[in-house]
């Protein structure tokens, strides 16, 4: 299991190239292993589209079993809404002898954070605004407790073109607990040549420009920005 990171070749770790390297099959979606190509000649790989993951995990660890070294690789980190829990769960329920390594990778909550600023300097949470694992009236009560809790929010999956009405939810429920001129950082496309950084507030994010590529910060009662950075003050007396 390979975090690959945002995308962006100077975003990966040493670990994982090297990872990469010494393995005969890497498995992937199409877009990711395509962020890998450098990594990847002369190597088996194994290609799928979205919705095909457990498709997916289950070949690579197949081929595994056969006696190859396989790198599964995930966007970001494979623990963190990536392939690492898919891989562990199938391995023990379908009976795959087969030794797993999980090799961390930076998150796009953390690759957002930075190029925002220092939005993430005190505790936050990640939720996905996906609905298709989780029934959506879960999902609410978490955005719920977290908006109550005064914590720091990163979205994932904030917005696709068939699930619009989960964000502007969102965004009330956070209005029920924040001002509307909480500052909010949006980031789109990390790491790539198309990449857009938006810092805008909470009541104007429904009507923003976001998507499933971006990721989006939403501050807390103390966050502010200072000379165009995103930032949540940890307390220091200065």
């Given at each position: 299991m390979v975090g690959i990171g945002p995308g962006n070749r100077l975003d990966r770790t040493r670990r994982a190239e090297q990872a990469i390297a010494d393995c005969q099959v890497v498995a992937g979606y199409h877009l990711y292993l395509e962020h890998i190509a450098d990594l990847t000649a002369g190597k088996d790989r194994i290609a799928s589209g979205m919705m095909q993951e457990t498709e997916r995990c289950r070949a690579a660890l197949q081929r595994a079993t056969e006696g190859a070294v396989v790198a599964l690789v995930s966007s970001g980190d494979p623990g963190?809404?990536?392939m690492a829990g898919l891989a562990l769960e199938m391995a023990a329920?379908?009976?795959?002898?087969?030794?797993?390594?999980?090799?961390?990778?930076?998150?796009?909550?953390?690759?957002?954070?930075?190029?925002?600023?220092?939005?993430?300097?005190?505790?936050?949470?990640?939720?996905?605004?996906?609905?298709?694992?989780?029934?959506?009236?879960?999902?609410?009560?978490?955005?719920?407790?977290?908006?109550?809790?005064?914590?720091?929010?990163?979205?994932?999956?904030?917005?696709?073109?068939?699930?619009?009405?989960?964000l502007e939810e969102a965004v009330a429920i956070m209005?029920?607990?924040?001002?509307?001129?909480?500052?909010?950082?949006?980031?789109?496309?990390?790491?790539?040549?198309?990449?857009?950084?938006?810092?805008?507030?909470?009541?104007?994010?429904?009507?923003?420009?976001?998507?499933?590529?971006?990721?989006?910060?939403?501050?807390?009662?103390?966050?502010?920005?200072?000379?165009?950075?995103?930032?949540?003050?940890?307390?220091?007396r200065l």
């Open positions: 963190v809404y990536g329920a379908e009976g795959f002898d087969v030794a797993i390594e999980i090799v961390p990778g930076i998150s796009a909550a953390n690759t957002a954070a930075a190029r925002l600023g220092a939005p993430l300097m005190l505790d936050y949470a990640c939720i996905s605004l996906s609905d298709l694992l989780v029934p959506w009236e879960s999902i609410c009560t978490r955005l719920e407790a977290l908006a109550a809790a005064d914590l720091v929010v990163a979205l994932y999956n904030p917005r696709s073109k068939k699930r619009i009405r989960q209005r029920q607990h924040r001002d509307d001129s909480t500052p909010v950082g949006i980031v789109t496309a990390i790491g790539e040549t198309d990449e857009q950084i938006t810092l805008t507030t909470l009541d104007r994010l429904p009507g923003a420009e976001v998507g499933m590529r971006s990721t989006v910060i939403i501050g807390n009662s103390t966050s502010l920005c200072l000379n165009g950075r995103l930032i949540t003050p940890r307390g220091y």
